[in-house]
């Protein structure tokens, strides 16, 4: 409100400057030529009375002669009135004419003055309309730099929203890749022991449990023994062979047989030896990333409730597992 107020005051400031100084011109101008035609009307005025005056004398001077004589006087008198009267009128023009110039010279002096006046006005005036311009100026410039500011905290804001918006379109896109991916795993390890044979047969049910198929699959599993504790896990080539997709809820399986030895089938009766196996799952999923899952599982008497002095069937226990 206030830097709106100080720009109409200023142009309030200027007008009546203006105003003022064309008033004081215009009566100063006017008083001149009042004055001049004064000084015209004195002039006029004072060489009429003297004309008449001097008009009046002549005739005074002649009453008293003769005829001759008194005409005579007053074609002498006619003479010397009219020289008088032009002198005079002269006279009187040239101080007309000097009191004029002395007037308008005055005159012209005074509006000098009111001019510097004006002048040191005008300059009063410009140098605040300067100094509310440096003003004006200073705060736009901070203005506009708070709004610079203004614009790059908000650039800064849009950027980390972006970022943060970006990662959780990452986070969404990874979550969804990994609800909808496929999963392939194992559902279960059953097992048979066949007393007579030392015959020790495993079947490996393994399973899609994802929502999309999965892609260049193949699968192997070995079947070992290993004397406990176990110090080393039993190394496994990596699946071979063709590949092929694998649907949801699709199962397949892979059997393997140990004909076991009596020393071994000891082992497992006792708690110090156990039969091993190991399933290898290869396959990628809908989005190319390819999966490598190595799972163990084991079997011992201390483990199950068979003793391995009977034939049975059971399920095996899972020893570990990790995947690429």
């Known amino acids: 409100m206030g830097s709106g107020a100080k720009p109409k005051t200023r142009l309030v400031g200027w007008i009546t400057v203006f105003g003022l100084g064309s008033a004081l011109i215009g009566g100063i101008a006017g008083y001149g030529l009042f004055q001049q035609r004064a000084y015209q009307h004195q002039a006029e005025h004072e060489a009429t009375d003297y004309a008449k005056h001097a008009a ?34 002269r006279e009187y023009a040239d101080l007309v004419a000097q009191r ?7 005159i012209m002096g005074l509006a000098a003055l009111i001019g510097m006046a004006l002048s040191a006005i005008g300059v009063i005036l410009i140098k605040q309309t300067f100094d509310e311009t440096k003003r004006t100026n200073r705060i736009a410039m901070k203005d506009n730099a708070r709004a610079t500011l203004r614009a790059i905290a908000s650039a800064k804001d849009t950027k980390t929203a972006l970022a943060i918006a970006a990662d959780q379109v990452e986070v969404s896109r990874e979550t969804a890749a ?30 899609n449990f994802g929502q999309t198929p999965a892609s260049q699959f193949r699968s192997t599993a070995s079947l070992t023994f290993c004397y406990l504790p176990i110090s080393q896990l039993p190394e496994v080539d990596l699946p071979v062979g063709n590949t092929h997709n694998f649907f949801p809820t699709m199962r397949t399986y892979m059997a393997n047989v140990w004909a076991a030895t009596d020393e071994r089938i000891a082992a497992v009766r006792n708690g110090t030896g156990c039969f091993f196996l190991t399933v290898i799952i290869e396959y990628r999923d809908y989005t190319g990333e390819r999966h ?12 199950n409730q068979a003793t391995f002095h009977s034939t049975h069937t059971g399920t095996m226990t899972f020893h570990s597992g990790e995947g690429d």
Request: charged share 25%.
């Open 100 to 106: 004029k110039s002395a007037l308008w010279t005055f």
């Open 178 to 207: 990994k609800q909808l991916r496929a999963y392939v795993g194992v559902q279960a390890i059953n097992y048979t022991y066949n007393m007579e044979t030392r015959a020790f047969d495993t079947i490996a049910e393994v399973m």
């Open 292 to 303: 490598l899952e190595r799972i163990r599982y084991y079997v011992t008497s201390n483990l």
């Open 56 to 89: 009046a004398q002549g005739k005074q001077s002649c009453i008293r002669l003769a005829a001759p004589e008194k005409a005579q006087c007053l074609i002498d008198a006619q003479a010397e009135y009219n020289l008088k009267t032009s002198d005079k009128r």
